[in-house]
């Protein structure tokens, strides 16, 4: 997270993954080595079992593009797609995880 | 069957003939295997490093996923270097690690590292088995992984209670192979070709891309056909033979100073499998200024990565290039040509003692003249390093073996011996220097073991060369830390090793000594003495744009 939060238009990505224990270290690597912005995440199992739900939250900037591209390359990431919801509502979805717990 | 026996078996059902490897408490089950079946040969490094680049070099020169093996913890270590310097310059390799048993994954075991955390940024893909049953699909998908689109090194972390796990199945896998790469639309190829068609005086450049998928006459022919000069990075060297009419020879930091001005005067530059790195392409702002960028990548996070181009084509460079060949118009387009020529003529290379096997130029010039174009070369990273780019004629590009993206020293020596154990009828010579030769001095040992046909021709300026240089030319010749104050006797130490050595600094007849050793058979060490204050130019300083070079004379 930086200053650009609150300056610049946010989107939220959904990505399906595979589920395994290694995954979340594969997403959250590549943001923090390659300097992405992200700020908010929220994973949560298929019901199959066998993939996950990854929903992040990323500032639309210039990066997007290669954001996109290299998520794309990830072996794990079956499919990516940019939600129509806003910011507010992935942060009041994670807010309301975050009271009941 | 267990888990080792699989995975030995499924290495076999891919064809893999040769592995560098140490074994260790986490992989004695597949050492086991490896003995009792005797199909694949075990080379036995004396560093995981030099492991890895073992099989680097096997890769480099087969093109095929070179495979090394380690144990958990420091085995695991000590060949990141080896994963991460593959994953920059795009080798394909397997590397299978054991792992301390599943139960006590997590508890901080005697050699236990996290294996799967440490790899993720270093390699294209990593995989932790997790059952026995799951090395059936793991092991074909991680070489499918390795040689497809953008290649590059996946790692197999297999804990060792999975490697005595008993496993059965009806059916054996099929072995993994290379995806096709999409063919790009005709439309983007018909409008790149207008674009070479429409151009006043265009450029191709060449890059590890190209070459790793056997781009050469393709380039060739285009280049031929469009009359573009080619440029090369250092990963492309080889690609355009030096001896062309068209090649340019390598751009950037340390290119000559013609090759930099042709850029500067291009008006399209059609970029094939180049990743613009810094080194290449100087302050990348102010490069190829007035060009048209046009860029060919099978990586789409290549494309507009670092510089926007005009249009992208993602997409293997061979294909493309066989496209763009069928499609360009034949032009002689002899003003530019004309023109090239003349900056070649004023402001090509200018070596000091060319002809000299005891000066820094000449003994790769002069060891170039005595060999072959089958020779496979091989370097360490440094002073060495840059002027056998400068200076050697490469024939042909997997002739070339460095270590370009990650800049490993140490790289040379283990790759070498890899090269020679993947192509044993021909002769592999390693550049290096004595800081690099350091960093993997123990693969000595394996080189006399496998007694492969590798000569180390050793440029000894007692100095970290490069580094020294910098200090000389920016740091107001502090030379702090660059000297060493202890003149190693390396001819001693190879012959400690077993290793027939050499010394052109005292033979009678440098050149004669030089060609006797070259010629001889089995590995032997080649010690020049070269002075600590010889530098490597013309030199873009870090940081400038391409144009701003220092040193190196022109001819005007």
């Known amino acids: 997270m930086s200053d650009s939060a609150t300056k610049n238009p946010w989107t939220v990505l959904e990505l399906i993954v595979n589920n395994h224990p290694g995954v979340m270290s594969h997403i959250c690597g590549l943001f923090s080595r390659r300097a992405f912005n992200v700020e908010g995440i929220l994973c949560f199992p298929d019901e199959c079992g066998t993939t996950s739900r990854i929903l992040l939250s990323v500032a639309v900037d210039e990066h997007l593009d290669q954001i996109l591209k290299q998520l794309g390359k990830l072996e794990d990431v079956h499919e990516m797609e940019i939600l129509p919801i806003s910011r507010e509502m992935f942060m009041e979805s994670g807010m309301a995880f975050a009271r009941k717990g | ?556």
């Open chain 2, 1 to 556: 069957m267990t888990g080792a026996e699989l995975t030995v078996q499924l290495l076999e059902r891919q064809g893999v003939d040769i592995i560098a490897g140490i074994p260790g408490a986490s992989n004695l089950p597949f050492y086991d295997v490896l003995a009792r079946r005797k199909k694949i040969r075990h080379v036995l490094a004396r560093h995981e490093q030099g492991a890895g680049f073992m099989a680097q070099g096997m890769a480099r020169v087969s093109g095929r996923p070179g495979v090394c093996v380690t144990t958990s913890g420091p085995g695991v270590t000590n060949i990141l270097t080896a994963l991460a310097d593959a994953k920059l310059d795009s080798v394909p390799l397997i590397c299978i690690t054991g792992q301390v048993p599943r139960a006590m994954m997590g508890t901080d075991a005697f050699q236990e590292v996290d294996t799967y955390g440490l790899s993720i940024p270093i390699t294209k893909h990593n995989f932790l088995v997790r059952s026995a049953e799951e090395l059936l699909t793991i092991i074909p998908r991680a070489f499918t992984l390795a040689m497809s689109g953008r290649t590059g090194p996946v790692l197999i972390d297999i804990p060792r209670d999975v490697q005595d796990e008993m496993v059965t199945f009806t059916e054996w896998p099929a072995p993994g192979m290379a995806e096709i790469t999409p063919l790009p639309a005709r439309h983007s190829l018909e409008r790149c070709a207008q674009l070479i068609n429409k151009a006043k005086r265009p450029v191709i450049c060449l890059g590890g891309g190209a070459a790793r998928s056997g781009a050469e006459q393709a380039a060739r022919n285009l280049a031929e056909k469009a009359a573009m000069p080619a440029a090369m990075t250092l990963m492309g060297l080889g690609l355009m033979p030096a001896d062309h009419p068209l090649s340019l020879g390598m751009l950037g930091m340390h290119g000559a100073r013609y090759t930099n001005m042709v850029l500067e005067e291009c008006d399209l530059f059609l970029a094939v499998g180049i990743r613009f790195d810094d080194r290449a392409t100087g302050k990348v702002t102010e490069f190829c200024p007035n060009a048209t960028i046009v860029h060919v990548d099978i990586d789409p996070c290549e494309l507009d990565k670092i510089k926007t181009s005009a249009m992208s084509i993602g997409g293997d460079a061979k294909t493309v290039l066989e496209s763009l060949v069928e499609l360009v118009e034949p032009v002689s387009r002899s003003e530019w040509l004309d023109r090239v020529n003349i900056l070649r003529r004023d402001f090509a290379y200018a070596f000091d003692r060319i002809d000299d096997p005891l000066s820094s130029y000449g003994l790769v010039a002069r060891t170039g003249q005595m060999l072959d174009d089958e020779t496979l070369i091989t370097t360490d990273v440094g002073q060495h390093q840059m002027r056998t780019a400068q200076a050697y004629p490469f024939a042909y590009s997997r002739q070339w073996l460095t270590s370009g993206g990650l800049g490993t020293m140490g790289f040379g020596l283990p790759a070498a011996i890899g090269a020679a154990l993947a192509a044993p009828e021909v002769r592999v010579v390693c550049f290096s220097g004595d800081g690099s030769i350091l960093m993997n001095i123990q693969e000595m040992a394996t080189a006399v073991e496998e007694n492969v046909n590798v000569k180390i021709v050793l440029a000894d300026n007692r100095c970290l060369g490069l580094v020294h240089q910098i200090q000389d030319m920016f740091f107001h010749k502090r030379h702090y830390a660059t000297e060493y104050r202890v003149q190693v006797d390396f001819l001693a130490v190879a012959r400690g090793f077993g290793m027939a050595a050499v010394d052109l600094g005292i033979a009678d007849d440098p050149a004669a000594a030089l060609k006797q050793a070259l010629d001889g058979p089995g590995p032997c060490l080649i010690r020049v003495p070269v002075s600590a204050l010889d530098h490597v130019f013309p030199m873009v300083p870090s940081g400038a744009a391409n144009t701003e070079m220092i040193g190196g004379k022109s001819h005007v």
